[in-house]
């Protein structure tokens, strides 16, 4: 018998025990059974050890209406739900790794990409920025705090019971479990099983689905909804009426543009979204007819969907724009080149991205009049956002680049920003959409978007903002190693589904031909690397929070020497003198 | 607060996080991965979920966080105390992945071995920061830090 085998035959615990009870045993005995006395000098103290009239602990965190705190809490949720949408991807993964239907069911399978939509796109992109908008526009334009502190949090709130009931089945199975496992059966609680009709929820299927998880994954994208909106006026008012004096339109900063944009779009997009939800749960349960085949018909469902869901790519894409444009040159040592075409491409492309959501319905059998306006918009929209791009590569042009994380991965979301984007102009031709519409092409084009230069900006605001969260340095070589292997995870993961795509494959099926077995194959590869990366980044932050280096210059970026040490690290250059002053 | 004390608080935090991330892990697989089974064959309950789980929470909360207070100095990964407590899960989840793993092969066996290497060194760094925490142990006063300072 080998090694392991015997192994499985003895209880591991009794092994563990035993051999850590014995060197225990071994290293108190050569300790003289003495216990160390406690030391008394508070460990490990965050950076910022400030004396404050907030309560402490978790009360702290219920009850805050300050918009730091709330900034801190959307930050912390959406990295939360983006590690749960990761688990997902990486599940499918292991699925597609091989041709067959052998490691989860189908009906898993359809359940896992459904998930991982809806997480990714509404609890992890949208908190994630809004936090940020949330702990950095009010210092940015000189506020206090937001317009309307209580609608801030209530904004936030209601983002954690909007999660649960979007994945709801899950969570009542574990709380099944939790309860069997001490002999209590309580079926209802196994009833609801995940979603299967994926994040575009297409009428006739979410309409006959009988799982009742569906009508609360429903109620679940209804409440987030509510929630986005209210954030969004916030901002919006925040930044119309809560500017300093020396704060005007010319000089209001990018990042306060961008979302000043993107808040606009939310306003007119997402009540579009909650209607059509409520259409939907009505069909579902009282007997209407809106998306029904003799009523409205499934492609009333489409418009209705996509209304909402184009202008929603912009509102993901834009903030992680803004974050580009605001990072991008302070590593560059000068100024952000052309500056006034940026916030007019971002207002271009507020406005644009309502006149092409029918893009996404090239194939459904539209009036061709209607089908080349709408191709032709969407070619019109690649316009402000090549303007961008040129105005990124000027800016670095002729400047005196640092290769600092953050910039790392500015620069890497501008690359995979490029192939995203062109393939995306391909799509918008209608002939290449007929050929590749519903293939992994299209997984491939969007997730150079949103994995790409998406969760880049995330990941870059991240490490530029960190020493100001924390009052604390991150590790900068493993910052940098996160940055390349995240570069090359992207493009290894999704390159292959652009080949993939070529080839003809659907999306959304557990099983494919066996030719596409390689190609798929280098794709869970790359996506095992952008794993590890994330993985570094959590190590990376959690570690430095708690023992990295502290922070007593708030130039921490040597931003001062090229005249761009910005109204946050003003702000933070005063926290920090008040900080001297307490630790004396 | 005193140092077994300190240890079993942060074996009971670092449980608490751990069973939580172990029963999401088995919903979502749909429990393909029948987690608390491998918890029952490490335990050497196999077949017995409900007392294998006891013995593994009982051994999560006791065992593990006393040896790791009477080993900490020996544990390499120092002086944080949290990175000790993770390399210590390490040498655990081995013997857990070897003993547990029935008979999952593939792709299963991929998830589950990295998903539950994860759930360990959650728990083995709550456990050890949760103890240097309480016992207030290790580097104090963090280096300052110093931006022309590119070695790092
Ligand atoms: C390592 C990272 C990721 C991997 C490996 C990955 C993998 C995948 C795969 C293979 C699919 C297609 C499933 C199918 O249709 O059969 C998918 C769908 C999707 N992913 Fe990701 N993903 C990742 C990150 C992200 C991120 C960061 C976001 C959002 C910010 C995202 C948003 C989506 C959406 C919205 C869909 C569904 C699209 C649709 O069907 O219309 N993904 N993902
Ligand atoms: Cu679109």
Redesign the pocket.
């Known amino acids: 018998m080998d090694v392991i085998s015997v192994l499985t035959e003895i209880p591991g615990l009794l092994v563990a025990t035993w051999v850590l009870l014995g060197l225990a045993i071994y290293a108190g005995y050569r300790q003289n059974w003495q216990l160390r006395s406690v030391a008394a000098d508070g460990g490990y103290l965050s950076g910022l050890g400030f004396e404050s009239e907030k309560p402490t602990g978790l009360f702290r965190w219920l009850t805050t209406v300050d918009h730091k705190d709330i900034g801190v809490l959307y930050v912390v949720f959406a990295t939360g739900a ?1 590690l749960w ?2 688990t ?3 599940m ?2 292991t699925e ?1 790794f091989t041709a067959g239907t052998d490691v989860w069911s189908a009906e898993t ?2 359940a ?3 998930t ?6 509404f609890f ?2 949208t908190p994630a920025f809004t936090g940020l908008a949330n702990y950095f526009i009010p210092i940015l334009v000189g506020a206090d705090d937001m317009s309307f502190p209580r609608i801030n949090a209530i904004a936030f709130w209601l983002l954690p019971p909007a999660f649960f009931l979007v994945r709801g089945g899950l969570i009542t199975e574990v709380m099944g479990k939790m309860l069997a496992s001490v002999g209590v059966h309580w079926e209802l609680l196994f009833s609801l099983r995940p979603p299967t009709i ?3 929820l297409y009428a006739p299927r979410s309409i006959i689905v009988t799982n009742p998880q569906v009508d609360l994954v429903l109620l679940g994208l209804h409440l987030s909804g509510l929630a986005t909106i209210m954030a969004s006026i916030n901002i919006i008012v925040t930044i119309f009426t809560e500017r300093d004096e020396g704060v005007t339109w010319a000089n209001l900063d990018i990042f306060s543009w961008t979302l000043l944009t993107t808040s606009g779009i939310v306003l007119f997009a997402f009540p579009v979204l909650g209607s059509a939800l409520l259409m939907l749960i009505a069909d579902r349960n009282f007997g209407t007819t809106f998306f029904a085949v003799d009523g409205g018909g499934p492609i009333l469902w489409q418009h209705l969907f996509w209304f909402f869901g184009h202008p929603e790519v912009y509102i ?1 894409v834009l903030p992680a724009f803004g974050l580009v444009s605001l990072i991008l040159p302070k590593f560059a040592g000068r100024k952000l080149f052309g500056f006034k075409f940026i916030v007019y491409s971002t207002l271009a492309i507020g406005v644009l991205s309502f006149g092409v959501w029918a893009h996404h319905m090239f194939s459904t059998g539209m009036d061709p009049r209607l089908r080349a306006s709408f191709m032709a918009v969407s070619l019109a929209i690649a316009i402000p956002s090549a303007v961008k791009t040129f105005n990124w590569m000027a800016t670095l042009w002729g400047g005196n680049v640092r290769w600092a994380t953050p910039q790392i991965f500015c620069v890497g979301g501008i690359m995979t920003f490029i192939v995203g984007g062109v393939t995306g102009v391909f799509l918008a031709s209608i002939p290449v959409d007929l050929v590749l519409h519903d293939t ?1 092409y ?2 491939g084009h ?2 150079f978007i ?2 790409g230069v ?2 880049f900006a995330a990941f870059a605001a991240s490490y530029y903002w960190f020493p100001l969260l924390t009052g604390r340095m991150f590790n900068r070589r493993l910052g940098r190693i996160h940055g390349y292997l995240s570069i090359v ?2 493009f290894v ?2 390159m292959p ?1 652009i080949l993939i795509g070529y080839g003809g494959l659907p ?4 099983s494919y031909p066996g030719v596409f077995e390689a190609l798929q194959q280098v ?2 590869f ?2 095992v690397i ?2 590890i990366g ?1 993985l570094i980044w959590l190590t990376n932050l959690v570690q430095s929070y708690r023992l990295g280096p502290i922070v007593t210059d708030a130039d921490v970026w040597n931003l001062r020497e090229s005249g761009q040490f910005s109204r946050e690290w003003q702000w933070f250059e005063t926290q920090l003198e008040e900080r001297t002053k307490f630790r004396r | 607060m005193n140092r077994p004390l300190s240890a079993v608080a942060g074996g009971v935090t670092g449980i608490a996080v751990m069973t939580l991330l172990l029963l999401f892990l088995e919903v979502e697989t749909r429990s393909n991965l029948a987690i608390f089974e491998a918890v029952a064959r490490f335990a050497g309950m196999p077949g017995n979920v409900t007392l294998g789980f006891l013995l593994f929470l009982l051994a999560g909360v006791f065992a593990w966080p006393l040896a790791f207070m009477a080993l900490e100095q020996y544990i390499p990964g120092g002086p944080d105390p949290a990175t000790r407590g993770m390399v210590l899960a390490v040498a655990l989840w081995v013997v857990f992945v070897l003993t547990g793993r029935g008979d999952l092969s593939g792709g299963l066996l991929a998830i589950y071995v990295i998903f539950t290497l994860l759930a360990h060194l959650c728990y083995g760094f709550l456990l050890g920061a949760v103890y240097g925490r309480l016992t207030s142990e290790s580097p104090v006063e963090a280096d300052r830090y110093d931006p022309t300072d590119v070695s790092q």
Do not use: Q
Request: proline fraction near 0%; avoid cysteine; charge should be positive.
């Open positions: 983006a949408g990761a997902d991807a990486m499918i993964r597609l399978y359809n896992l990409f459904t991982h939509g809806l997480t990714m796109l992890f992109v994926g994040w575009t993901l992994y299209v997984v969007f997730h949103v994995m998406i969760t995870g992207v993961a999704f589904m999306r959304r099926s557990a794709s869970t790359g996506a952008i794993g994330a």
